[in-house]
T-cell receptor, first 111, second 117 residues
Framework: GQSLEQPSEVTAVEGAIVQINCTYQ??????LSWYQQHDGGAPTFLSY????GLEETGRFSSFLSRSDSYGYLLLQELQMKDSASYFC????????????FGPGTRLSVLP | GAGVSQSPSNKVTEKGKDVELRCDPI?????LYWYRQRLGQGLEFLIY????????KSGLPSDRFSAERTGESVSTLTIQRTQQEDSAVYLC???????????????FGSGTRLTVV
């Protein structure tokens, strides 16, 4: 099967930089995605990495190392509105075309 | 439509009753997914539809759960003889499906919060 691990909680202050790690175990890895979910809201797509390296989108960047089965989401210049849960998700071609989601990391941004 | 629409937004039902949840995907999105999210938990895959292909039902937790989709439009998720452990938010998502389409991600609806009492 597949398994993903993320820290359950991360706390940081406004303006800081925070990194949320994700390690995964799959047999047919295809890609890694990140989603943001505010309390009571729908998950929203942030990024997708299929190849090794860093993808940057504004204040958010996502990194993937396929050889290490590891990725991270980097949030810079943290704002209060970034307080949310962040989920990594992997697609494993041996298990169909759906993404399997990690347990989520709850980020709290303090003033 | 502009986004993925789910109805009802909230549903309270008595244990043992059947419920039907509806999802309207974004027009033109051929792929549709149902996920379940228990309070404070991650997203649990239930079922996936892609065009006219046979759906991937591998995530359905029991035979009380079923889903249908007509072509590339509306989908309904039906839970028969509901149990208290079915209480969760049921999320629907759609995405365009073409080679490399994973980069577009899923667009989720706001979900149906189901409470079984």
């Amino acid at each position: 099967g597949q398994s993903l691990e993320q820290p359950s909680e991360v706390t940081a202050v406004e303006g800081a930089i925070v990194q949320i790690n994700c390690t995964y175990q799959t047999s047919g890895f295809y890609g890694l995605s990140w989603y943001q979910q505010h309390d009571g809201g729908a998950p929203t797509f942030l990024s997708y990495n299929a190849l090794d390296g860093l993808e940057e989108t504004g204040r958010f960047s996502s990194f993937l190392s396929r050889s290490d089965s590891y990725g991270y989401l980097l949030l810079q210049e943290l704002q209060m509105k970034d307080s949310a849960s962040y989920f990594c998700a992997v697609r494993d071609d041996n298990y169909g075309q759906n993404f399997v989601f990690g347990p989520g990391t709850r980020l709290s941004v303090l003033p | 439509g502009a986004g993925v629409s789910q109805s009802p937004s909230n549903k309270v039902t008595e244990k043992g009753k059947d419920v039907e949840l509806r999802c309207d995907p974004i027009s033109g999105h051929t792929a549709l997914y149902w996920y379940r999210q228990r309070l404070g938990q991650g997203l649990e895959f239930l079922i996936y539809f892609q065009g006219n292909s046979a759906p991937d039902k591998s995530g359905l937790p029991s035979d009380r759960f079923s889903a249908e989709r007509t072509g590339e439009s509306v989908s309904t998720l039906t839970i028969q003889r509901t149990q208290q452990e079915d209480s969760a938010v049921y999320l629907c998502a759609s995405s365009p499906f073409r080679s490399g389409g994973e980069g577009y991600g899923y667009t989720f609806g706001s979900g149906t919060r189901l409470t079984v009492v």
